[in-house]
């Protein structure tokens, strides 16, 4: 089956942008969608299809695609963007649902 | 404003059938527009999807954990629900419950999410 692999731990200095990854196969034909974890507390989703946000999710949160990789970009990341983030996508091999392993934003 | 909140047992003994049942208010189960499903996260680890159900009851799981998982819709009650059979320790998760959006090209989301029931597998 297929898998989407992202960066255990990433870090951003306070104010500046970052760049979250996630590769896979089934990113060539679907997008990806990407969720905030924070400890405690249940996943939040931040961007869906080609780069949407939903209502209440500011518009630092953007999302891109390339080839077989998606992207997650926070621009002015701020202290409490510091969270675990996924994403997760359709794996046509299997009719399933796919998630990544997650990224642990730290903001410096 | 949608709300899902899952409840169940918090705690299952090794090799019997965890249940957990979700409740969806401020709005229909009964709809064409999106399923429900349920996503677990083992402490420490990732985000896994484990199945999902549309309000005809059709539903598919994850192939890996397909012979263990059942997941079934109750409309009349506005709810669906998760059983997962035979668990071991390695099945200690936090498992949530979510409605999830699916387009035509095959693009998902998972949006709103229940806030989580841990579940821990322990004689």
């Known amino acids: 089956s297929s898998e989407l692999t992202q960066d255990p731990a990433v870090s951003v200095a306070l104010g500046q942008t970052v760049r979250i990854t996630c590769q896979g196969d089934?990113?060539?034909?679907?997008?990806a969608s990407w969720y905030q974890k924070k400890p405690g507390q249940a996943p939040v989703l931040v961007i869906y299809g080609k780069n949407n946000r939903p209502s209440g999710i500011p518009d630092r949160f953007s999302g891109s695609n390339s080839g077989n990789t998606a992207f997650l970009t926070i621009t002015g990341a701020q202290a409490e963007h510091e969270a675990d983030y996924y994403c997760c996508t359709w794996d046509t091999n299997d009719n399933h649902v796919l998630f990544g392993g997650g990224t642990k934003l730290t903001v410096l | 404003q949608l709300q899902l909140q899952a409840s169940g047992p918090g705690l299952v003994k090794p090799s019997e059938t965890l249940s957990l049942t979700c409740s969806v208010s401020?709005?229909?189960?009964?709809?064409?527009?999106?399923?429900w499903g349920w996503i677990r996260q083992p402490p420490g680890k990732a985000l896994e999807w484990l199945g999902t159900v549309y309000f005809s009851g059709r539903a598919y799981s994850k192939p890996s954990l397909n012979s263990r998982v059942t997941i079934s819709v109750d409309t009349s009650k506005n709810q669906f629900s998760l059983k997962l059979t035979s668990v071991t320790a390695a099945d200690t998760a936090v498992y949530y419950c979510?409605?999830?959006?699916?387009?035509?090209?095959?693009?998902?989301?998972?949006?709103?999410w229940g806030q989580g029931i841990l579940v821990t597998v322990s004689s």
């Open positions: 089934s990113l060539r034909n679907f997008y």
């Open positions: 401020g709005g229909p189960i009964s709809t064409s527009a999106y399923s």
């Open positions: 979510a409605r999830q959006a699916e387009t035509p090209g095959g693009f998902v989301w998972f949006d709103p």
